[in-house]
């Protein structure tokens, strides 16, 4: 068989189908990855007839391009479309953290803020037509649009931490099954939107709730449409403090499609997994909610300190609540050279605390210096702090950073080991190179 030999119907038929009922598997299916969404979107809408115009050139066989499949050519390099600088972990499902020096803004713009995804996000992210339903236990089950979030509450901005549970899980030893976070799995975004204690209020809580569920527009990565990636929920009293969000606004501008668009939920200082993405659907339980990814060693450490690699029954696990004190140093960037003068800045954030103090060393631990530690811009916000340090002489030093929260928490020399590698909160150290 010579190399023109045209491609016949014949050769495609099941694709074509299987592509038409559900592209993002057949992609993965097919060719071993999930393509982003963008993309498919554009493929479901004029797709192929303007594909030849995105190329630039004809596409000779295009009546044989099964419907939805994402062209090679765009596969493979839009993954972290509107970010900057991150580090891709794994692009099926997307997981991508920033490196620290890269979260040197005292508010996380949008391209710098991490993406951890459980499932595959959804096709359609239309802000216009999206709606949340809030039931099971109230007194008034609705359904609500964004502009019905926008007109019927008071609309808040604030600035507000997300932290993932297994960020810093790439230290673990032994090591920990899970995406290895190093430090990056953190941000500090401006968020807009409603309260969901205002939208609680409003649907009527009944007596006997305890947990909130949340149900997002994304989909399991297996394709079945009856499993849902991830669902989880939060104390009804939690649920019920000013800093937690239903946000349609991320840094003043619509939300990211990979951190939710169009609706989401922003839990601050609690595990980023309480903050439900493409957020469709909170309902009231009278017990601890079960969804996915809340049971199990699921976001849950044992309920003792543990040695590392000691098996631990399944019974002693805890959901985490409150992420533990913590601090990142943001700049100077780790392994590069500096004068004897040095300005040490970065944030620092616990959990539902403040955080009374951040001390630096550049001695191996032996002395600290106190930074200047600037008040939280509100309650939920990492607070930003800064030192300049001198150096005595020239050589390698190592910049050692340690918070301690309104507490008395201080952040640990050792690690927390724990079987899934959750709320690794060490101390964060950068080299230096003096000249
Ligand atoms: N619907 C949905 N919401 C989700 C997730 C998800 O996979 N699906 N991942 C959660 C986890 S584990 C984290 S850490 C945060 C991360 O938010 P980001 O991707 O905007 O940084 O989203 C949470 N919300
Ligand atoms: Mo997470």
């Not at 045209?6 to 999930?34: C, Y």
């Not at 090679?72 to 997981?95: S, Y």
């Not at 007596?207 to 499993?227: F, I, Q």
């Not at 000013?242 to 990979?258: K, S």
């Amino acid at each position: 068989m010579d190399g023109d030999e045209p491609v016949t119907k014949q050769d495609i038929p099941s694709a074509g189908a299987f592509f038409a009922d559900n592209p993002e598997r057949a992609d993965l299916e097919f060719f071993g990855r999930i393509a982003h969404n963008d993309r498919r979107g554009f493929l479901k809408g004029a797709g192929l007839t303007t594909l030849g115009t995105m190329l630039g050139m004809a596409v000779p066989f295009h009546r044989n391009y099964p419907q939805g499949m994402i062209p090679a050519a765009f596969a493979e390099d839009d993954v972290l479309v509107g970010k900057d600088g991150l580090t891709l972990l794994n692009d099926r499902p997307i997981n991508a953290e920033t490196p620290a020096h890269l979260l040197d803004d005292a508010i996380t713009p949008t391209n710098r803020h991490f993406i951890r995804n459980n499932g595959v996000p959804p096709a359609d992210m239309d802000a216009a037509t999206w709606q949340l339903t809030i039931d099971g236990m109230v007194d008034n089950p609705m359904t609500l649009s964004i502009d019905d979030l926008r007109n019927q509450f008071e609309v808040v901005t604030m600035a507000l931490t997300i932290e993932c549970g297994g960020n810093g899980r790439a230290a673990f030893n032994p090591p920990a099954k899970g995406n290895q976070w190093t430090l990056g799995a953190v941000a500090c975004s401006e968020w807009t939107g409603v309260r969901l204690k205002d939208v609680l209020e409003k649907a009527g809580v009944q007596d006997g709730v305890v947990y909130t569920a949340h149900v997002g527009a994304d989909t399991h990565l297996s394709g079945d449409p009856d499993k849902l990636p991830i669902s989880r929920g939060l104390p009804i009293d939690k649920a019920m403090t000013d800093n937690v969000l239903i946000a349609f606004e991320m840094n003043g501008d619509a939300l990211h499609p990979q951190n939710g668009a169009p609706l989401r939920l922003v839990v601050p200082g609690w595990p980023g997994s309480c903050s439900q993405k493409w957020l469709t659907r909170i309902y009231l339980r009278d017990q601890v909610h079960d969804g996915p990814k809340m049971t199990g060693t699921s976001y849950r450490v044992p309920n003792r300190p543990v040695a590392p690699g000691e098996d631990v029954d399944k019974a002693d696990f805890v959901i985490i609540e409150r992420m533990p004190v913590k601090s990142l140093i943001t700049s100077p960037q780790t392994n590069t050279e500096s004068g004897r003068s040095v300005e040490v800045h970065g944030h620092a954030w616990s959990g539902d605390r403040t955080i009374e103090a951040v001390d630096v060393s550049m001695d191996f631990g032996t002395t600290w210096q106190k930074a200047e530690l600037d008040a939280p811009v509100n309650d939920g916000a990492w607070q930003n702090w800064r030192i300049n340090l001198e150096f005595p002489q020239a050589g390698y030093y190592e910049v050692w950073a340690r918070a301690t929260d309104s507490d008395g928490d201080m952040q640990p020399f050792a690690i927390n080991w724990n079987p899934k590698g959750y709320l690794n909160n060490t101390m964060h150290r950068v080299a230096l190179r003096v000249a």
